[in-house]
């Protein structure tokens, strides 16, 4: 990189270099060391590794409150950062759909409900509680701060219930299935919550304050609507289209896939409801799995390299967003 953009890739130096290409590519590379080495650190017996996103994690924090010159991730450019956490969602949210059992989905199904909206509100209304009691936080933006705390990061979770899932614990009951499911739902749950809370907590007149709660409130089951509805339309065309007898139907399949939840990921970014965009990822890997059924395995295998790619990318990047100093 460097001998082919000399002028972009030079470090940080004040009023001369940016430093933003040298300092995201330069934290990557020590993010996929650091988790290399990471999960050599020996464990007890019978304890599972240490988990590599830790190692990721605390690197980007570290290569971003470091003194300077230590400090490349601090200028590191905003938008390229979290166009790339996005990237890496969409990759997790559509291997979850692949990974989703179809069997263990029948006998839990209503469960994956219950799942997703109960701890969600549970923890959101507890925190939102002491927040106001402890903190002195309006009820607005105490419940505000409990659906952010309450989301589940399907990136943490999702990788976790696959190794449970291929190791054949929990499956006959469709405990990965489940939870993995109830992951996305619960996070365009705590999206929707939050958007419907921030809309109230902008000081306007009591008239625009019923106006908003009930757009925001109306929109929130929109994006969960379109989510849902275009993950099945579009999941559907895909197990079709390529038909099975094309010689590369895998790879244009996992291109259409990967393709679909870009699109949608970022695009009701644009639109407005961003909440749509994971749940139409998720849907759209599950249901065209539905047709594929064994055909998923060669996608299954990519998708599982890809992971090993974007894991340190969305986690040290993640680790970069704290700012010692402020706290």
Known sequence: AWSLFPEHMAPYEEGVHTGKTFGLILTLMLCFTAEILFVKIPTPKNYPPLPPLLASLLTGLALKNLPAPANIAAHIDEDVSRTLRELALTVILTRAGLEIDPEGMAKVKWAVIRLAFMPCIAETVTIGITANLILGFPFLWSFMMGFMIAAVSPAVVIPSLIILQDKGLGVAKGVPSLVMAASGIDDVLAIAGFTVLLGLAIPTGLEEEIESFISQTFGAIIEIIIGIISGLVLGMLISYIPSKKMR??????????????????????????????????????????????????????????????FQPILFGLTGTLVDVGMM
């Open 248 to 309: 590369y139907r895998h790879f244009c399949r996992g291109f259409l896939l990967l393709t679909i939840g870009i699109v949608f990921v970022f695009g009701t970014e644009l639109w407005g409801i961003p909440g749509a965009g994971a749940l139409c990822a998720l849907v759209t890997s599950f249901t065209a799995s539905l047709q594929w059924k064994e055909e998923t395995k060669p996608l299954e295998k990519s998708w599982h390299f890809m992971w090993t790619v």
